[in-house]
């Protein structure tokens, strides 16, 4: 951050608060030995590549320098906070959630505008500020993010790299033996996890309950799966029904929202 003072490497200043910057405690803890390599901050999403990430993070490096951060944004399917409990409670690492009680429609409230496939502000205020604000007990030399693309998402991570320079990221996914999502799911089930809901409902991954902002253009005509959210199904139908508890996907939401502006 610009105009910030340096602080030695292994101690930051955050909230006003001293933090170890290697393990992320507070400092009053000691200096132990173990708190002398980088932790390693799996940022969680709630889906199967994330988890599968945050296992090939341990087995290089181990559970004592792996931490789980996931930033809810209040519009998860139900069945993510079971996946997350249990995935922790299988790993064996601290799990950490970040939430601030603000959904995705409160963002597009506030900034007038909704999340597309260029600008992404709910992603930005719910998922990258909070995340960045949590990665300041560190230095850029002592926690490193890691994050669950596979293969097929090299360009997102290259992108990730040059955005939080000179702070590390981590993709351990790219790396081989490379895995197929199918290939990851089955490895989450032979752990003794059952994988989140929406992936056997036709979802191609489990943020913001199956429909994500930037994929707009992909779901701009509605999710035409039955999610288990979409009560009534379709954001339309909700709009007719007057039902306004009841909740919709992202997809369908958008898919309203575009067929409405026309």
Known sequence: RKGRMQTPVGYSEHDGDIYCGYCGRDKGHGHLPSCTQPTRVVLFSGGVASYAAAKRTIEQHGKEHTQLLFCDTCCEDADTYR????????????????????????????????????????????????????????????????????????????????????????????ARPLLEKNEIIEMVKADGIEPPRLYALGASHNNCGGGVSRRAKRISRGCSRPYPMCTPHGNAKKKRSGNSSARTCLSCAIAWAVRSSR
């Open 83 to 174: 996946f997350i409990q249990q995935a922790a409670g299988k790993l064996g690492v601290p799990l950490t959630i970040l939430k601030d009680g603000r959904d995705i429609w409160s963002v597009f409230r506030a900034r007038r505008f909704l999340g597309n496939t260029r600008v992404d502000p709910c992603s930005e205020e719910l998922k990258r500020w909070p995340t960045d604000k949590y990665m300041a007990r560190f230095t850029p030399k002592t926690g490193i993010r890691v994050v669950g693309f596979t293969w097929t998402e090299g360009h997102r991570y290259d992108r990730m790299c040059a955005r939080l320079a000179p702070w590390q990221v981590e993709a351990p996914l790219i």
